[in-house]
Every structure is written in C-alpha cells, then in structure tokens.
C-alpha cells in the first residue's frame, strides 16, 4: 500500500461545482503539502501544514482551501471548481523533525473541470 | 516565487548514452531534491544532497550540490529504456519556511 494516499484518483466536474482531494499518508510525518502541475510550469505550492492546526498559504492559494483533520489527513477543496483548476494535484509529505529535508509524493488526483 | 531553472527541457538519446540535465537558481539552497515522475504517477525521490560540494550516487544516477549552494547537477551513465520520464530537481529554502520549489522538469526519451 502507498505511504501517501490520495483520493480520488480522477475526477471529472462541472464549472461552479465543490470539489474536495482528499489525502492520507501513513508515514508519521507532521508536514503535509498540497501542489499542482501543469504542463510547463513544474510543481507549484497550494497549502502546507506543519502540524494539526496549522494551514499556510503557498504560492497559488486563491480558489482553493485545506482541512487538517488529523496529522495523517489532509484534504484540498474547490469550493466553487473553474476550468482553469483542471490540473494534476499532488498531495505531499515530510518529516523535517528527522533532519531528513525530504518530501514523499501521493500519485496525483487528476480534475477536469469541465 | 523562487524560480530554478532547469535545463534540458527535453533529451533524446540512444540506450547506453549518458545524460546530464542541471538546475540553477538566484537563490541558496539548503536542500536538493532529484525526483523522476512517470506518467500518471507522482514524481519519487531519487537522491537528496545537504551540503555543498556534495557527490552522492545511487546505482547508474550521480547528483552534485554546488559549490555555490544555487544549482545542482543530475547524471545517469548508461541509459536503459526504463530512465524514460521527466526528472524534476527541487529547492529547499529554510528561510521560506522549509518550503520546497520545484524545476520545470527534463524530459527523458530513450530510444532502444
């Protein structure tokens, strides 16, 4: 089983729709991170968490906020879907408490927003 | 956004060529990340450098960390049809909160 769940997996909506990604990860890591990917343009920095209670914005927040329910659960919504959402998300994780620095990928939610 | 420029964008090679694709950024980094991403799967970690002038290799795959803490280098000797994908580097800048900033990735094709 993956470290980093995410679900669902695909997911195809309509314009003005709410959306939510969610994600777990049985890793045991406090940090946890949503990204999105678009052809060209890399990975880009939604929301992170560095702990339960804690939510920051990243590089590209507007339209979209997070929940942090637990430490292993993280979860993304759209609260009213647009067209120019429909990418690749990426949920991800990591344990900086280690020293180790480094961030374990989910394998994506595809969304098109139709 | 930090912006770390990656290059190649895209690589054609024969099998049992060696590749070489680096990033470089106005920025220090702490922490340089190599991740391969297959289609419709999530990018995975492929080797991490903490300090500057760092060499690290893991089986055909050789990462540097320069000297300058701004750019690293990612080398795959021997090519074989499964190094097919898109490699990605990424930053790690503790002033920034930790946060992680990703290449725009180099796309690997190798022809059998």
């Known amino acids: 089983d993956a470290d980093v769940t995410q679900t669902p997996r695909n997911r195809i909506t309509k314009t003005g729709k709410r959306i939510m990604l969610e994600c777990s990860q049985t890793?045991?890591?406090?940090?946890m991170y949503w990204y999105r990917q678009d052809p060209g343009l890399g990975l880009r920095l939604i929301y992170y968490?560095?702990?339960?209670?804690?939510?920051n914005k990243g590089e590209i927040s507007d339209g979209y906020s997070v929940s942090r329910q637990a430490q292993a659960k993280f979860s993304l919504s759209l609260e009213s879907a647009i067209p120019n959402q429909t990418a690749l998300y990426f949920c991800?994780?990591?344990?900086f408490g280690t020293g180790s620095g480094e961030l374990f990928f989910g394998e994506g939610s595809r969304l098109t927003v139709l | 956004g930090q912006q770390l420029n990656q290059s190649p964008q895209s690589m054609f090679i024969q099998e049992g060529e060696d590749v070489s694709m680096n990033c470089t950024s106005s920025?220090?980094?702490?922490?340089w990340l190599w991740y391969k991403q297959d289609p419709g799967e999530g990018p995975v970690l492929l080797i991490a450098?903490?300090?500057?002038?760092e060499l690290t290799s893991n089986g055909r795959l050789t990462a540097q960390f320069g000297i300058t803490r701004k750019d690293s280098f990612l080398n795959i000797s021997a090519s074989i049809p499964s190094d097919v994908g898109i490699y990605f580097c990424?930053?790690?800048?503790?002033?920034?909160?930790?946060?992680?900033?990703f290449g725009t990735g180099t796309s690997l094709t190798v022809i059998p």
């Open positions: 991800a994780t990591s344990d």
């Open positions: 890793k045991g890591h406090d940090r």
């Open positions: 968490s560095f702990d339960v209670k804690d939510i």
């Open positions: 920025s220090i980094f702490n922490t």
């Open positions: 450098l903490y300090k500057a002038g």
């Open positions: 990424a930053g790690q800048l503790i002033r920034a909160g930790n946060q992680f900033y």
